[in-house]
Nanobody, 124 residues
């Protein structure tokens, strides 16, 4: 059993920054690749960023390149998403996800484990 718990969301003004965290608990002995997805009201869940188990390979959606940075601390079983230059259109529930395939994949269906999400609200 694997559990993912996100935190760090909240309200922020456009142009501001937030750092999301995702703690993995349970079967942490597996080398999980992890990712961040988001879902805005009325829209489908979409890929944001992913990171391989080692942290050597990352993958970003075009709309966050240069603004968001994904990282992880395996000693703490924690995944991060540093978000800067936030835009109103970044408003969404952000979810972290994990899979044991090792690669930084962007495919939603490739992930086996999901957190409950943390809300990010960006105001103009």
């Amino acid at each position: 059993q694997v559990a993912l718990v996100e935190s760090g969301g909240g309200p922020v003004q456009a142009g501001g920054s937030l750092r999301l965290s995702c703690v993995v608990s349970g079967r942490t002995s597996v080398n999980y690749a992890m990712g961040w997805f988001r879902q805005a009201p009325g829209k489908e869940r979409e890929f944001v960023a992913a990171l391989s188990w080692s942290g050597s390979r990352s993958n970003y959606a075009d709309f966050v390149k240069g603004r968001f940075t994904i990282s992880r601390d395996n000693a703490k079983n924690t995944l991060y998403l540093q978000m800067t230059s936030l835009k109103v259109e970044d408003t969404a529930v952000y979810y972290c996800a994990a899979h044991d395939g090792g690669s930084a994949i962007a495919t939603l269906t490739g992930y086996d484990y999901w957190g409950q999400g943390t809300q990010v609200i960006v105001s103009a």
